[in-house]
């Protein structure tokens, strides 16, 4: 079984940071690709940013130029750097696994984003 721990969400005011950290454990032989996943209640869960195992990067277009993927293979671990926040960033920020086979989700954090 693998687990995914997210971690370094919180409340920032509106032009500020936030570093989001994924670690995947348990028995893992490679992994595809890692990346994030974004939701606000009554609304569907939207991809952010996704990384490939070769280091290929997707984004959503509202977060280009803002948020930067990256992983570290070793430590199957993905981060998302997240610059210039905007209160519409706000929402419940899930990280997704694709391993041979199987595709794991995080539990989520909480981004939130005010003055």
């Known amino acids: 079984q693998v687990q995914l721990v997210e971690s370094g969400g919180g409340l920032v005011q509106p032009g500020g940071s936030l570093t989001l950290s994924c670690a995947a454990s348990?028995?893992?032989?490679?992994?595809?690709?890692m990346g994030w996943y974004r939701q606000v209640p009554g609304k569907q869960r939207e991809l952010v940013a996704f990384?490939?195992?070769?280091?290929?990067?997707t984004y959503a277009d509202s977060v280009k130029g803002r948020f930067t993927i990256s992983r570290d293979n070793a430590k199957n671990t993905v981060y998302l750097q997240m610059n210039s926040l905007k209160p519409e960033d706000t929402a419940v920020y899930y990280c997704?696994?694709?391993?041979?086979?199987?595709?794991?989700w995080g539990q989520g954090t909480q981004v939130t984003v005010s003055s």
């Open positions: 348990g028995i893992i032989v490679s992994i595809n690709s």
């Open positions: 990384i490939a195992s070769g280091g290929t990067t």
């Open positions: 997704k696994a694709i391993l041979p086979g199987r595709v794991y």
